[in-house]
């Protein structure tokens, strides 16, 4: 999944989400699955963390 949101200058925090709700038909494949999150302004990345991968079986 893949979410953007601008920011207003006047704007100091905002809470964006990406993805679905709900377990997909069949369940999840097996896989595992990580979260990342970055923080770019101006085309330079200020931030950047990702979650260690949690294996789904």
Not at 24 to 35: F, I, N, R
């Amino acid at each position: 999944m893949h979410n953007v949101r601008e920011l207003d200058a006047d704007e100091d925090g905002v809470l964006v989400l990406a993805g679905k709700t709900g377990v997909p038909a069949g369940g999840w494949p097996a896989g595992k699955y990580t979260a990342k999150v970055e923080v770019i302004r101006g085309g330079e990345a200020l931030a950047e963390q990702e979650s260690e991968a949690i294996p789904f079986e």
